[in-house]
């Protein structure tokens, strides 16, 4: 929030923070107050849980969103957007020659409403898209750290800071 962040996504692989989301929420309070101070007291986040969108705080004017995906998140989505081409397609409302991966895309969108990441921090020495689309990180920068244990407001910084410095060419 204080670098103007306004959605983060955290990939929660084991379920940790899932089964603790109000743990998750507390401290995200704490560390805002903690870093912002009486600045941080006037703005909110809004925090989603994975596999639904109901908000776990009242928000705000300014309104970072903090989301918890999980593994099952991308695979639900699939599945419900394939079902649903599928009834479309046997209603004679569609042609299964018009499904491409521009109206799965579209469909994946509409039924998550997730931006693209322009931003990955991948912790560990593990090389993955993390279950990401690839039209999804086309333009998303990927930065590694170590570990995610014991990060510090400094580590945090440093990555946002060789993300400011990266230049997107797009084919140039």
């Known amino acids: 929030m204080?670098?103007?962040i306004s959605y983060v996504s955290v990939y929660d692989n084991h379920g940790v923070?899932?089964?603790?989301?109000s743990r998750l929420l507390e401290?995200?309070?704490?560390?805002q107050q903690d870093?912002?101070?009486v600045d941080g007291s006037m703005h909110s986040v809004e925090f989603l849980s994975s596999g639904s969108d109901q908000h776990q705080h009242n928000v705000v004017s300014c309104r970072p969103t903090v989301r918890?995906?999980?593994p099952d998140d991308g695979k639900q989505s699939i599945v419900h957007v394939a079902q649903q081409l599928c009834r479309s397609v046997?209603?004679?409302?569609?042609?299964f020659k018009d499904i491409n991966v521009s109206m799965l895309d579209l469909l994946l969108r509409e039924s998550k409403n997730i931006p693209d990441p322009e931003l990955v921090v991948k912790f560990g020495p593990v090389n993955s898209t993390l279950g990401f689309l690839p039209?999804?990180?086309r333009l998303t920068e990927f930065i590694s750290l170590p570990s995610h244990r014991n990060i510090s407001y400094e580590d945090?910084?440093?990555?946002l800071q060789r993300y400011g410095a990266c230049q997107q060419r797009l084919g140039q």
């Open 2 to 4: 204080a670098v103007g």
């Open 17 to 21: 923070f899932q089964k603790n989301n």
């Open 27 to 31: 401290e995200i309070k704490r560390q």
């Open 35 to 37: 870093l912002l101070g």
């Open 68 to 70: 918890v995906l999980s």
């Open 90 to 95: 046997e209603n004679k409302e569609r042609s």
């Open 135 to 137: 039209w999804h990180i």
């Open 156 to 159: 945090l910084l440093g990555a």
